[in-house]
């Protein structure tokens, strides 16, 4: 079934569902998106995680929207996105997200001199960080919520029993039994999923578990988003060779985390700094919120975005962006970090 005659192309909200075709390196991909904001507008692009989609940004756009052009794709895999069998390595999947930047800031028509923000949560800012080391000169600013840079990670888990033992449920999702576990989950306990981690319990409830149970209800659903997780062990060396050489961060990024977050500790947040030029990064740990952020308190995560960006605005505007030479470390590099629900 072409994507775009699913009920999932078609998400409520302040908002308009749109889809894009971009070349990527495995064949053309068909993303679904919504897109709320002036066209003329500086753009946000917002990269969703695990087990998520686009809906999850559905308070964020509307606040964000009056000023900036907010577009939320379904990353490759999910949703009402196209579903292919290959392509999600970390090379490809940050790949995608430059070639969605490009192809729908064309189909709006954008003007050449409106920067690109990026925002991730989760496996989005994982992939999000990978975006920024490939392609920084693309991107205004980055804000991470819940994922450390990929350094930082290496560094923190070699010291910290703690995360090490946070970590081992990755693992487990390669498991072959997985995709039908979580695709034949009854109502109670999908919803358990998402709410028992939450701060704010409301921001889950039956209109939410509607569109969570459609958008992982079948093994067709549930094992495009479980490869991330494969390929992220199949491509272990690789991705540490990649880490130990990636470049010092030289455009502003902002780090973004829940204080009781179950999967990801909070230190590795003032940590990723390292790894941006000084003055350049900023860390915002929320002490109530969970590892989502962005349900547990939307509004203090949109109004501490916006100061990030108002506080960073003369580096914007003058392109001081890019990468510096990588620093020596002899820090192992880690399997990137993504956590579930």
Known sequence: MDPADGALGQLPGRWVNAFVEIETSTGPLKMHYVVAGPKDAPRLILLHGFPDFAYTWRELVPMLSGEYRVLAPDMRGYAATGKPRKGYDLDTLAADIIAFADATAALDGAPADRPTHLLGHDWGAAVGWWAVLAEPERFATYTAISVAHPRAFTEFLKKSEEQRKKSKYMRKLTLPFVPLFF????????????RNDLARKDAFGDNELVWYRAAFDSTMETRPPLRYYKQKFRNAEENEQAARKAPVIAIPVLVLWGKNDKYLMSE????SCKYVLPNLCQVEVFPAATHWVHWDDPKAVATRWRAFI??????????TVGTVAPETSDASAPALPVAPA
């Open 183 to 194: 695709a034949g989950m009854s109502d109670k306990r999908r919803r358990g999923v998402y």
């Open 310 to 319: 108002e506080s960073m605005k003369d580096v914007t505007s003058t392109g």
């Open 268 to 271: 590795m947040a003032a940590d």
